[in-house]
């Protein structure tokens, strides 16, 4: 079984300040890793995965993740905020071999202000 | 360009009707899912198919059906059988079903809502 806990339901910076998104996993196997970030009624757009290569990922627009296996975790981060940035935030989880679906956290809401 | 189209944007429905919302991919892909998405839910799956004429249900079916007769399309009808259908609905696709680095292609959905 698999499964992903987003820790935070909203988050709030200020724009210029770090962006840190936290999310655990849990997984029987060896899991891949995504993020995806969903604006106001679009679809979700893919911004980095893990796949059991290098740990630290980087994606787009700046934002990175590191796969943490003894902490189970797979936090975002961003250095500094754009106002950009404000949108919701899935933490997913998948197997890395097998057939499988995605499963997806219930979203962090990132709020960025001026 | 290649990606997922999903009809349409809007969609009203009176209680006791069935609808069908539309998909349909030009990515080649084998695989499609349908989620449903309620605020602080998180995505929830319906169905998915691997092939063509093939598909499974998900964690949340009851009320709902799909169909996959051809490769490039996956349409999810809600029936009146489905409680609460007012949500956004979220097609998606992916190279495969098989794990591994294979992120899916979203459509940018379909907000139902009940009238």
């Known amino acids: 079984a698999q499964s992903v806990t987003q820790l935070d339901s909203h988050v709030s910076v200020s724009e210029g300040t770090p962006v840190l998104l936290r999310c655990n996993y849990s997984?029987?196997?060896?899991?891949?890793l995504f993020w995806y970030v969903q604006h106001p009624n679009k679809g979700l757009q893919l911004l980095l995965k893990?796949?059991?290569?290098?740990?630290l990922v980087k994606g787009i627009n700046g934002f990175e993740a590191e796969f943490k296996k003894s902490e189970t975790s797979f936090h975002l981060t961003k250095p500094s905020a754009h106002m950009s940035d404000a949108a919701e935030y899935f933490c997913?989880?998948?197997?890395?071999?097998?057939?499988?679906?995605?499963?997806f956290g219930k979203g962090t809401m990132l709020l960025v202000s001026p | 360009d290649g990606g997922i189209t999903q009809s349409p944007k809007y969609l009203f429905r009176k209680e006791g009707q069935n609808v069908t919302l539309s998909c349909e991919q030009n990515?080649?892909?084998?695989?499609m899912y349908w989620y449903r998405q309620d605020p602080g839910q998180g995505l929830r799956l319906i169905y998915y198919?691997?092939?063509?004429?093939?598909?499974q249900k998900g964690d949340i079916a009851e009320g709902y059906s799909v169909s996959r007769e051809k490769k490039e399309s996956f349409p999810l009808t809600v029936t009146s059988a489905q409680k609460n259908p007012t949500a956004f609905y979220l097609c998606a696709s992916s190279l495969t079903l098989v794990g591994g680095d294979y992120g899916y292609t979203f459509g940018s959905g379909t907000r139902l809502t009940v009238v």
């Open positions: 997913v989880v998948t197997f890395f071999s097998g057939y499988s679906t995605l499963t």
């Open positions: 893990y796949t059991s290569a290098a740990t």
């Open positions: 990515l080649n892909h084998d695989a």
């Open positions: 997984s029987s196997y060896s899991p891949s």
């Open positions: 198919s691997q092939i063509v004429n093939d598909f």
